[in-house]
């Protein structure tokens, strides 16, 4: 999987290092005066002159925690996954005792869960809720991060560090702390409303489901994607804003028209963690279920695979499952970057 | 707030005054929503059980002393073994990530070597895999080993990661420069005693980012504990402030529990947060994709 991944994965992420040297601009080095020497000089050659062969082991002996880490933690489990994902479990001994036993079964699995309608309506249900979700919260987000970036408004101090405060809130603790707004019973929104004579709100019925769900994941949001475009606001050199104020661009425009395409690819790194997050929602609706009866075992992709791997101790079941997943994030992903990619970062270079 | 006083003693705004109003008002709005579930859940922490379902919300109640000792003698404190254990895989396991991934990193950064681009590449795919893919052979390969539900379970595979890595590369780059490293190494100095002495101190700054990101990161980790662990001596908060409500969904008297519970365990992180806010260097995220 590693090596299938690596692959197509190359695309994008070329274009990620390719941006990363002028961070030398924006973060700038502990002794001034390094960025020169950082940005300008290539980095040595291995086996180059002054570097013996102390020098030429150095970088692998580095790597080396991290690439044990990471064979053991992420390459083989991925492998393993794979694997599994092609056996089953069937009864193999026949008479009484007939014991249940891994068995290759080839692509069995995979046509299963994707002929299953159950794994199929988790996947339409987390697609309401991440349409719902994400572009409220990026929205939010820069729409809060220009504000900030604009030098007119007052209380800013105040405001991103209050608007960022909910990315301390672990989601699963958010989900909690908001599903006791949520619950009839404990309900401030409620509260009020049925003071009114109004009846309470159904938070957690029907419909209402979604967007109680999706605020979580909005309120638990906003200030990390505020943060990340904010800075890339504050990249943004002066003099560009300046011209065009002198030019008589009005800050409306200004900000449509030069800042927001400025930092469009802040937005597609956001857009694609938004994107990530979403197909592995499984927290909140998890945390939640125990308040309502509209969340079912298999409410979500994720939730399906948990059930499938440790409630019906079905394993390769689960692993199958989460590699269509995995499949699905990828190539969801790729298009978006794809998409996004002539206008953001294609253009910039 | 300080918008809607300046407005009030000066009635006549002039139009770039006025300009500023409304920029302020939805900022505050912002902060407005993102502060009333806080608020709310340290209210409701001071409330006893009837006054949580009788008094209006947002009055505070008299039942805060009597909450925390129940929270913290329930089942012989197991709410503070929680904290603690969250305190070990959080802190602990951060504390390494980071280590490994700015070693890493730098050998990204400031060597070059056969195979480093695709090795770089191979890591940073990494970050695509849902954690789902990964718990489920995770936790069978921990119970061919024996290690399922122990400490390491969880703490060994928050260890590795990509974006840490990324991100220790990203700073690296722009942190050590070059020559120094070159006059360094003329002056005689072992690669490992360059890095040790010269360029670790450099990328301390974006070190710290690195670790309270995944400290936040691992403290949010839900699911890995909650395949791993069976034992509930060992859970992180989050996954026994779960299993407290679960238990508690028949019965209202373990709300005020879980309530106070969740108020605990949101305001140290929250006094941390505040408090490395200004050591922190999240330019570095975007600064890194900056065309």
């Known amino acids: 999987m590693s090596e299938t991944t690596s692959g197509p994965a190359s695309g994008p992420a070329t274009d990620l290092a390719a941006g990363a040297a002028p961070a030398a601009v924006s973060a700038p080095a502990p002794d001034s005066g390094s960025g020169n020497g950082a940005r300008g000089a290539p980095p040595p050659r291995a086996g180059g002159g002054r570097r013996g062969l102390g020098g030429f082991l150095a970088p692998y002996v580095f790597l080396t925690p991290a690439l044990a880490l990471f064979v053991a933690f992420l390459a083989i489990p991925v492998g393993y996954a794979l694997y599994l994902s092609v056996q089953g479990l069937r009864i193999v001994d026949e008479g009484v005792f007939g014991t249940r036993s891994e068995v290759f079964v080839g692509f069995a699995n995979y046509a299963d869960i994707l002929t299953d309608s159950t794994f199929w309506a988790g996947f339409g249900r987390m697609a309401l809720y991440g349409v719902i979700g994400v572009p409220l919260t990026l929205g939010a987000a820069l729409l809060f991060a220009l504000l900030l970036d604009y030098g007119g408004a007052r209380a800013r101090r105040f405001s991103r560090a209050a608007i960022f405060l909910p990315y301390a809130v672990p989601g699963v603790i958010a989900s909690l702390l908001w599903g006791f707004m949520y619950l009839p019973s404990t309900s401030p929104f409620s509260h009020v409303t049925e003071e009114l004579g109004l009846g309470g709100i159904p938070f957690l019925d029907g419909g209402w489901i979604f967007p109680s769900l999706a605020n979580i994941a909005v309120w638990g949001g906003i ?31 200004l900000a449509l028209r030069i800042k927001v395409p400025l930092v469009a690819p802040a937005l597609v790194l956001t857009g694609l963690f938004s994107l990530i997050g979403t197909l592995q929602v499984y927290g909140e609706p998890t945390m939640l279920r125990p308040m309502t009866v509209e969340i079912d075992q298999t409410w979500v992709p994720l939730m399906y695979i948990y059930r499938d791997g440790f409630i019906r101790d079905d394993l390769p079941m689960a692993a199958a499952g989460s590699v269509v997943l995995a499949i699905g994030t990828l190539v969801l992903s790729l298009a978006l970057l794809r998409v996004t990619q002539r206008r953001t970062f294609g253009g910039a270079q | 707030m300080s918008a809607s006083t300046t407005g009030a003693r000066r009635p006549g705004l002039l139009p770039h005054q006025r300009a500023r109003l409304l920029p302020t008002v939805v900022l505050l709005i912002g902060a407005f929503y993102c502060l009333v579930p806080l608020a709310w859940i340290v209210v409701a ?40 254990n969250s305190l070990l895989y959080a802190g602990l396991g951060s504390l390494l990530c980071t280590l490994i991934s700015a070693v890493a990193g730098y050998a990204f950064s400031r060597y070059e070597f056969p195979g480093r681009t695709a090795l770089f590449y191979l890591i940073l795919a990494g970050v695509l895999l849902p954690g789902m893919l990964l718990a489920i052979p995770q936790y069978i390969i921990m119970t061919k080993i024996g290690m399922v539900g122990s400490y390491w379970s969880v703490l060994l595979p928050g260890l590795i990661s990509p974006f840490a890595i990324y991100l220790a590369r990203v700073y690296a780059d722009a942190a050590v420069p070059v020559s120094t490293i070159e006059s360094a190494r003329m002056d005689g100095a072992s690669e490992y005693r360059i890095f040790g002495t010269i360029a670790l101190p450099m990328m301390l700054p974006g070190m710290v980012t690195i670790f309270m990101l995944q400290f936040v990161g691992a403290w949010n980790n839900f699911l890995l504990p909650y395949v791993m662990l069976s034992d509930e001596s060992r859970f992180p908060i989050n996954v026994g402030l779960y299993t407290l409500l679960s238990k508690g969904s028949g019965e209202p008297s373990l709300y005020s529990l879980a309530i106070v519970g969740t108020a605990v365990s949101v305001l140290p992180l929250i006094a941390l947060l505040l408090f490395l ?10 600064g890194g994709l900056k065309g």
């Open chain 1, 223 to 253: 200030g990390f994607n505020m943060i990340i475009i904010y800075t890339a606001l504050r990249g943004i050199p002066p003099e560009l804003a300046d011209a065009a104020r002198i030019d008589g661009c009005s800050e409306w425009r």
């Open chain 2, 45 to 84: 922490a001071t409330k006893s059980n009837t006054e949580l379902f009788s008094t209006f919300t947002f009055t505070p109640g008299t039942g805060l002393l009597d909450n925390l000792r129940e929270l913290f003698t329930y089942q012989d404190g197991a709410f503070g073994r929680w904290a603690l």
């Open chain 2, 277 to 286: 806010q200004r050591f922190w260097r999240l330019d570095m995220i975007s």
